[in-house]
């Protein structure tokens, strides 16, 4: 009998899959397939402070080995969220959720984990997930993400709220992540999260013009996973803190190989978009996969490749 | 929805590029004309959403729910370029029953049914749905041409009355199905359309702007999952934001915004 739970920053999981936010809505949509209490956890669909439309369409441009999405972080607002969102999960799911922030500026990060943590709410969730991958408005429209001091700023903010654990979603698009994870952990973070999606484009061949009304969107499914695995490794070698892994994971193996790179968690993405029944079907084929790798508890494996 | 695994049965041409499927499988998720279905191809990441043309159980015993579902595509791309090579007993791995659907209940006694190109196909279980609850549709379908006229006759053998409409008038009436519905002498207590944007558009101003008869219009847009969890589809209505692929495709002349 192998045993599949690991822990995540003082929480424990019963299994390390997390579908991964902005591919499981805020859950309750997913509940009317199976019962989601099977999962370690999800994070829900980023929430920023005031409800936002998105991009144009197309926002969806299919690649080889995966997808490119500019939805834009549609969603309907913090304080509907509180309202209609997290009630309806209430009934479905019984664990705690990770909640995924964006903001606009470090002042809109702090005030949407305010709202979640002065609501009824805030018991539903164990941790924070913050997307830094937004474009800072003070910052000349350049990602929290891509600058240590900028996202630093915005663990400060996010510190500065809540004593549930912060977890800082890094975005790939940068030369090194490991200076930026770095700064997220000096500030206090409790634990890094990556990879958010890779810039990438397409273009129609008949229009010559871009697929998405964006021009650019962001690459996941499994075209990224090397890339995923690749600074996951590099992140656990530089942070004392958790990492989530996430990019491409399609399977139970993907986790075994994501955690050995030293996630102690990993997230499902685009996976969930082409089966709604991937993360079940993860979680679970998990446990005969460790038992063919002769692995008997999953907090042995974090790292393993650094060993 | 329910995801399964499904046999090809037949995959023939109906014109030079709109192709006609039948599948073989679980039919229990459809419940209700207008509704997709969204398959799985080999090579390709993201399925492809097509719309259910016909459904039917393959026996009337109680409790089956195994049954034949009939879509019509059209080549549009490297994907469905593939599909046209999938022989008979092709297993797929596809979600059937996506979508909320047409609204019967609205039909009144004179519905009219306007379909264009591609978008004819979920006209045809509508047709037979209503037909079933004793309601006689009309139907009017646009072409661009008599090369790809398709489906009139399946229509007509379900007992509709059918008016078929070519750009370049070389089938039926000249013109677009607007001009079809202007030329026709019914008075109709509701419409069910599907047809590219541009024609829905005109349909939306023709039959309910100026005549000022309600309706249920299916919209097409390019889906990450086809069952709500990407909000790769949004677009605007009156009241907010709605998914094209779980919300709709089907939305009310009331609530579309141009």
Request: with cysteine; glycine share 12%; proline share 5%.
């Amino acid at each position: 009998m192998v045993d599949t739970k690991v822990e995540l920053c003082g929480i424990t999981l019963d299994n390390p899959v997390i579908p991964a936010s902005g591919t499981f809505g805020y859950g309750y949509e997913f509940a009317e397939l199976y019962d989601i209490n099977c999962l370690g956890s999800f994070s829900f669909k980023g929430t920023t402070l005031e409800a936002r439309f998105g991009n144009d369409t197309p926002r969806i441009a299919e690649c080889p080995s995966g997808m490119l999405n500019a939805v834009g972080l549609q969603n309907p607002g913090v304080d509907d969220v509180i309202k209609e969102e997290l009630p309806k999960l209430s009934r479905v799911f019984s664990k705690p959720v990770m909640a995924n922030v964006s903001g606009f500026s470090a002042d809109e990060y702090s005030e949407v984990i305010k709202r979640l943590e002065n609501s009824s709410c805030s018991d539903m969730i164990g941790w924070y997930e913050v997307n830094v991958s937004c474009p800072n408005v003070h910052g000349g429209g350049m990602s929290f993400g891509t600058d240590p001091e900028s996202a630093a700023s915005v663990v400060r903010a996010a510190r500065w709220v809540s004593d549930k654990p912060i977890i800082i979603k890094l975005s790939p698009n940068v030369s090194d992540i490991t200076e930026i994870a770095k700064a997220c952990e000096t500030e206090g973070a409790d634990g890094i999260s990556l990879i958010n999606t890779m810039l990438g484009m397409r273009i129609d061949l008949k229009s010559s013009k871009p697929l998405l009304a964006n021009t650019t969107g962001g690459l996941s499914g499994p075209a990224v996973l090397p890339v995923a695995l690749r600074m996951v490794y590099q992140v656990y070698e530089t942070v004392d803190i958790p990492v989530v892994g996430m990019g491409g994971v399609s399977s139970a193996e993907d986790v075994i190989e994501m955690m050995m790179a030293g996630a102690t968690a990993v997230e499902v993405g685009a996976a969930n978009l082409v089966d709604p029944y991937a993360s079940k079907k993860i979680v679970e084929k998990l446990p005969a996969v460790m038992e063919k790798y002769g692995i008997e508890r999953l907090p042995d494996i974090i790292g393993a490749a650094h060993r | 929805m329910k995801q399964g695994i499904y046999k090809v049965i037949e995959n023939k041409a109906l014109t030079a590029t709109t192709y006609r499927m039948r599948l073989s499988g679980d039919i229990s998720g459809i419940s209700a004309p207008g509704q997709f279905i969204n398959i799985q191809l080999d090579g390709h990441f993201l399925r492809r959403p097509i719309s259910i043309c016909d459904a039917h159980l393959e026996s009337s015993d109680a409790g089956t729910a195994q049954g034949v579902i009939t879509i019509i595509y059209k080549v549009l791309g490297q994907g469905t370029e593939e599909m046209t090579r999938y022989p008979i007993g092709r297993e797929l791995d596809v979600l059937v029953g996506l979508g909320n659907g047409y609204d019967l209940s609205e039909a009144g006694e004179a519905p009219l049914l306007i379909g264009g190109g591609v978008g004819i196909p979920p006209l045809y279980l509508t047709a037979k749905a209503l037909l079933k609850a004793g309601i006689k549709p009309t139907v009017i379908l646009g072409f661009n041409s008599e090369d790809e006229v398709y489906y009139t006759d399946e229509f007509t053998s379900l007992g509709c009355e059918v008016i078929t409409a070519t750009a370049d008038g070389s089938v039926g009436i000249k013109g677009f199905v607007t001009d079809a519905f202007r030329a026709s002498e019914g008075t109709y207590t509701h419409f069910y359309t599907c047809g590219p944007l541009p024609m829905l558009k005109a349909v939306y101003e023709e039959v309910y702007e100026n005549s000022g008869i309600p309706g249920q219009m299916s919209f097409e847009e390019r889906m990450g999952c086809g069952f709500g969890a990407c909000m790769g589809c949004s677009i605007k209505v009156k009241n907010g934001y709605k998914r094209v692929c779980k919300d709709g495709p089907v939305f009310r002349t009331e609530e579309i915004v141009w």
